[in-house]
């Protein structure tokens, strides 16, 4: 496994390095660096409450990334996954504890709490005010004597770190934070654990299996669960936390964490889903975002805390760390029409059997064929062909009863409206027009190998492929000519099947996407595009009587 990595023993020290660097000023790290690793504010003045917490490294942001006015006073950090060492936590409560005192927020975990809680001790031996809040939020093991602390400890941290702010004692402040360490709750799910640098990779998972209640440091989740999509896997989320929090009462706030890995568009709709099953009010959202993470872990923690005037007032509050994401309510927002002019006027539906069979047949093949024509796209592009023909496919079948195919001119312009609509890259664009100036061909005549040879050409001309530059043509104008030379389907289909397997040895091409790709890349493989015409044309030939 590759890592963005100089020596894996510098690396807590170096991403701590360009943390305060970045930090506008604002951050400074003890002396006695790297053993003792404790970033502090570096406007502190010692005149309220100083709130402090940390761990093992591997979490980005947390925690170093929430120190900063309105949160966290000094964050201490140990190497990956381990807990700091009591000498560090003590520098860190000595460089920042005046005569208000300092909280220390601490996650459920055995190291964390001893190291913590014995510097605690040292501290208070000096003569300084330290108390100690433990955050065990996670709900993966309802029977667990110790429960971890997991996500909902960055709720823990906004709410002690406004009070303190806004100079509470710290009897207040500890008091708040105990409230919300013993009303949040989370619960995890991934799709796999983590990788720390300079070790190999473990699989534990199935290709059919996720991950559910596993915590921040790679140790195996509660159970296995069986991989569905994700409206059904925030489904058995939600509804573990619902029997926690109930389904009635305050509004809650929601903290979605991606735990490291996740791509943004796969989070947010996982954030719409989660969103979806929630049954108790939802009053503030938080996320999602990358705030307390499992190094590169693909997976998403969901942490929900009941709400009331002072909690929201202090979640609300803006703080100085940038990692700290503000709170957002959800908005019910009704789609704006589109414009008149940009709505096709309906053409009138009518019937027309052997037309309707040709495009039932070219659609299912083009369904049927999705996942063959992503892998074969993912050799050597964005994986993505199969999807797109797939998409229009689809809608195209949708609207089946609606086309008026019995009028030729009329059911092309129909199709080329919809594939402009629906299918996305240059493939649909190229083929909106391509089966739009069929139609027009069509009006005139019914000649469909003519028509279909006007809308290759007009694709030509808008797109600047000729034959032997690696796309669908290749497949396509070798079947045109089997048709215009009166040769029948069959023939066709053999014809754009050649064609589409000549691209195989096709490297140095001018036009579409081979054009900006490697050749080594391209050598061997079948452009996808040229591959879809192929089946198409095949399925045409199954299809039709003999």
């Known amino acids: 496994m590759k890592h963005f990595i100089n020596e894996r023993a510098d690396i807590v020290r170096e991403a701590i390095d360009t943390a305060v660097m970045l930090g506008e000023g604002k951050l400074a790290r003890l002396d006695g660096f790297p053993a003792i690793k404790v970033v502090v504010r570096a406007d502190w003045d010692r005149s309220r409450v100083a709130v402090i917490s940390g761990g093992g490294a591997g979490h980005e942001p947390a925690h170093v990334g929430f120190v900063g006015d309105g949160m966290l006073t000094a964050a201490v950090s140990g190497e990956i996954f381990a807990s700091p060492s009591v000498d560090a936590v003590l520098a860190a409560i000595l460089a920042v504890t005046g005569a208000p005192g300092c909280l220390l927020v601490v996650k459920n975990y055995t190291g964390d709490r001893l190291n913590f809680g014995l510097a605690a001790e040292k501290a208070r031996a000096l003569g300084l005010d330290v108390e100690m809040v433990v955050v065990g939020d996670d709900i993966a093991i309802p029977e667990a004597p110790r429960p971890r602390g997991v996500a909902g400890t960055l709720f823990v941290h906004k709410v002690a770190g406004h009070l303190a702010r806004e100079g509470a004692p710290l009897s207040e402040v500890k008091r708040a934070a105990e409230r919300v360490a013993g009303a949040v709750c989370s619960l995890g799910v991934s799709f796999s654990s983590c990788t720390i640098p300079g070790q190999p990779a473990e699989l ?214 919809g594939l402009s609509s629906v299918m996305g890259g240059s493939s649909g664009i190229l083929l ?21 040879r006007a809308g290759v050409r007009r694709i030509q001309q808008v797109g600047g492929a000729a034959a032997g530059d690696r796309t669908m043509l290749d497949a396509l104008l070798p079947a045109i000519s089997a048709l215009e030379a009166g040769e029948g389907l069959a023939a066709a289909a053999a014809a754009a099947q050649r064609g589409a397997e000549a691209t195989r040895a096709m490297t140095r091409t001018h036009a579409g996407r081979a054009s900006y790709v490697p050749e080594s890349a391209l050598r061997g493989v079948a452009d996808p595009g040229a591959v879809a015409v192929a089946a198409i044309f095949g399925a045409l030939a199954a299809a039709s009587p003999a």
């Open 204 to 417: 534990r998972l199935g290709p059919d299996e996720v991950e559910l209640g596993l915590g921040i440091h790679g140790e195996p989740g509660a159970e296995k669960i069986r991989y569905a999509p994700v409206r059904e896997l925030a489904e058995i989320l939600v509804s573990r936390l619902h029997e926690r929090i109930g389904d009635a009462g305050s509004p809650v706030a929601l903290l979605i964490n991606d735990l490291g890995g996740v791509p943004p568009i796969e989070i947010a709709v996982a954030t719409g889903s989660l969103l979806a099953a929630m049954r108790r009010e939802v009053g503030l959202v938080f996320g999602p975002a990358r705030l307390m993470t499992s190094l590169d872990m693909k997976g998403l923690s969901l942490s929900a805390l009941a709400l009331d005037p002072e909690l929201e007032l202090a979640l609300l509050s803006p703080v100085g760390p940038a990692a700290w994401v503000p709170g957002r309510r959800i908005a019910r927002v009704a789609p704006v029409p589109l414009p008149a002019r940009l709505q096709p006027e309906l053409p009138e539906p009518s019937v027309h059997v052997a037309r309707r069979r040709v495009v039932e047949v070219v659609c299912q093949e083009l369904v049927a064929r999705e996942s063959e024509l992503n892998a074969l796209d993912a050799k050597v592009g964005d994986g993505d062909t199969g999807t797109t023909f797939a998409t229009a496919a689809r809608a195209v079948l949708a609207e089946l009863d609606r086309l008026p195919f019995a009028d030729a001119g009329a059911l092309c312009a129909a199709i080329a409206g």
């Open 432 to 452: 909106s027009i391509g089966v739009s100036t069929m139609g027009v061909a069509a009006k005139s005549s019914q000649d469909w190998p003519a028509a279909l």
